[in-house]
């Protein structure tokens, strides 16, 4: 599976800021990656799948217009939370190239 | 879509004995499952997965079954230790949906030492 890596590992911000998390392939070239959160004590959900030089599909009840994604190359894809508030503190996680290949997760604080 | 439940949310044993954690699937046409075991405050880490075609694989102390038929497979832990507390998740994957997985609730694993 890939090696993948996400960026920053943990971010606190205040409410109404933006925040965007990275999440690289490091030696698979990805025309597609998944980015999941998991709130405090539950299990994955899968918010929206990143698509390499196309839009990002999104799962129901994911607003697309506060979590914006960019897929600009086989390996980087971007997760923006726009105008975060608190219900947004979670952790987010990308998976990339196979069952293998999670990032360590970021870990977003939204005061 | 797929739907994934998992039980117990919460085991505790005692170290050296075995622990079993019990998932079933709702979509047929799924194929392939995972688990993971997941660490506090890092990603989730693939420790054994199991295809339609099998029907148990075993990794040292570590052996997954699956009945396909009723739609339900296990993790089988043996001689549990103290570092094998963690969260585990068993997943389905989506056969209509590429690489997508549908992950369990969880199973929080404590083993005392």
């Known amino acids: 599976g890939a090696v993948v890596s996400q960026h920053p590992s943990w971010v606190i911000c205040k409410s109404g800021t933006s925040v965007k998390i990275e999440c690289r392939s490091l030696?698979?070239?990805?025309?597609?990656m998944f980015w999941y959160r998991q709130f405090p004590k539950q299990s994955l959900m899968l918010m929206a799948t990143?698509?390499?030089?196309?839009?990002?599909?999104?799962e129901q009840g994911v607003e697309k217009d506060k979590f914006l994604i960019n897929h600009a190359s086989l390996t980087l894809s971007t997760l923006t939370v726009t105008s975060a508030h608190p219900e947004d503190s979670s952790f987010y996680i990308c998976?990339?190239?196979?069952?293998?290949?999670f990032g360590p997760g970021t870990r977003l604080l939204v005061l | 879509g797929e739907n994934v439940e998992q039980h117990p949310s919460t085991l505790s044993v005692q170290e050296g004995d075995s622990a079993v954690i019990k998932c079933t699937y709702s979509?047929?046409?799924?194929?392939?499952f995972p688990w993971y075991k997941q660490e506090l405050g890092k990603g989730p880490q693939l420790i054994i997965d199991?295809?339609?075609?099998?029907g148990e694989k075993k990794d040292q102390r570590i052996a997954v079954t699956l009945n396909k038929t009723a739609k339900h497979f296990s993790l089988h832990i043996t001689e549990t230790q103290p570092e094998d507390s963690a969260v585990y998740f068993c997943?389905?994957?989506?056969?209509?949906?590429?690489?997508?997985?549908?992950f369990g609730g969880g199973t929080r694993l404590m083993v005392k030492p």
């Open positions: 998976s990339v190239g196979g069952p293998r290949g």
């Open positions: 997943a389905a994957r989506d056969h209509n949906a590429g690489n997508m997985l549908t």
């Open positions: 990143s698509n390499e030089g196309s839009k990002a599909t999104y």
């Open positions: 030696d698979f070239q990805a025309t597609t």
């Open positions: 979509d047929s046409a799924s194929n392939y």
């Open positions: 199991i295809r339609s075609n099998v």
